[in-house]
């Protein structure tokens, strides 16, 4: 029998509840028509990108030498795209970046990685705060290191800064924030910031390094009600920011994203020495070449996200007059009622019987409640606010 790396086999033989969820919906619209599955299960926006980013692309393989625009970048990212990344985000946080704080990756997912394994040695703990994005867990044990989870405050998503406090140890070498959060929507607010970095200034003294912040913000952009979303290496100088244009732009499968290691982070040029070996090490030669420059020429743009935030009042009105307990997203396109009963698992299955895909919250590290993704047409939400009266009536 071959002698595998068992933790990979396990990976690879298993699915994520919400690839399983998703897989389930196609079986299941073959079977009684598309039109009749309510699938919420998988965050794949549903808003086109913008036709800037088609524009782009065909003047840019019609105006550059093709040897030029399908080859090798430098493994950090062209310059000239990590030139027009610094401007961006200069422009738009009235911040200081030049090209050499950008390290640009293959998505938010390799980015979150680069930075873990560049970060941690075995041992290490990693802070996560319920409700988390599941892969945080893969990405961390990657790494050689261990998640240490902070239960949600599920009154307002917020950070329980007692337990986290609590929490924190000699072993605690980072700390990962989301916001706008997968699966909840929240934004953290300057009240949360502000505390999160004076805790965080606070032990890193105490303990004689510092603990890093990585802040993963691929819904940075995706917002309603004119919510600002703090910028977080303003409160904290060892923050390290991941972004991706999958959500902003609707690029998912195009996987772009990158690293920014901001100047004030400590021992700058290590971190950000540790975050290029890590992409060697793990085989980013680069992140793809065409796409590195199409969403640099594009990253002030986003896709249409007020579609998003129809979908956000609709299923989110809808679904408290039906009589379910939901706090009201400010962002992304994921919304996070507690369920009917306090196994949130068999709710999200009698679910399916009424033909609504929601994936259970405890995958999430958050137990009853369960994420709906409403990054989907319209009309679906629509015709599903009956289906879900009816599995609320199924428990009177």
């Not at 400010?330 to 999200?348: N, Q, R, S, W």
């Not at 009853?368 to 939400?381: D, L, M, W």
Request: contains cysteine; charged residues 25%.
């Amino acid at each position: 029998m071959a002698n595998l790396n068992e933790r990979m086999v396990a990976l690879g033989t298993s699915r994520s509840v919400i690839r399983e969820l998703f897989e389930f919906g196609k079986q299941r619209a073959a079977e009684i028509g598309a039109e009749n599955v309510f699938d919420f299960s998988i965050g794949n926006p549903s808003v086109p990108a913008p036709d800037a980013v088609n524009e782009t692309a065909i003047k840019l393989l019609k105006d550059t030498d093709p040897v030029v625009i399908h080859g090798y970048t430098s493994a950090q990212g062209d310059i000239e795209v990590r030139k027009l990344l610094a401007d961006s985000v200069n422009r738009r946080f009235d911040t200081s970046f030049g090209p050499d704080n950008f390290y640009v990756s293959v998505g938010a997912a390799a980015a979150l990685c680069c930075c873990l394994n560049g970060l941690c040695n075995k041992d290490d703990e990693v802070i996560v705060f319920a409700p988390y994005f599941p892969e945080y867990k893969v990405f961390i044990e990657g790494a050689g290191a261990k998640m240490n989870l902070i239960p949600a405050d599920t009154e307002a998503f917020q950070i329980d800064f007692e337990k986290f406090e609590a929490a924190i140890n000699e072993n605690t070498k980072a700390v990962i924030v989301n916001s706008p959060n997968n699966p909840c929507g929240v934004v953290y607010s300057h009240e949360t910031c502000t505390k999160l970095a004076e805790i965080l200034n606070a032990k890193s003294a105490e303990l004689g390094h510092p603990i890093y912040l990585i802040a993963d913000e691929p819904y940075r952009e995706i917002v309603f009600d004119g919510i600002e979303v703090p910028y977080l290496p303003k409160y904290y100088n060892n923050t390290l920011v991941c972004y991706s244009w999958s959500k902003s732009l609707s690029l998912p499968g195009e996987r772009l994203g990158y690293v920014l290691v901001p100047d004030e982070v400590e021992e700058h040029g290590l971190v950000y020495a540790a975050v290029a070996g890590a992409g060697r090490s793990l085989g980013y030669v680069n992140a793809p070449g065409l796409f590195q420059r199409v969403c640099a020429m594009c990253a002030d743009m986003t896709a249409d996200i007020t579609i998003y935030e129809t979908n956000r009042n609709l299923l989110y009105n809808g679904l408290r007059e039906i009589g379910f307990d939901v706090v009201k997203p400010d962002g992304t396109f994921y919304i996070f009622p507690k369920t009917l009963e306090e196994d949130d698992v068999a709710f999200c299955e009698r679910a399916k019987q009424f033909n609504i895909l929601i994936v259970p919250g405890s995958g999430f590290g958050c137990p009853g409640h369960a994420r709906i993704s409403y990054c989907v047409p319209t009309e679906r939400i629509e015709r599903a606010l009956d289906a879900f009266k009816k599995l609320a009536d199924s428990y009177k």
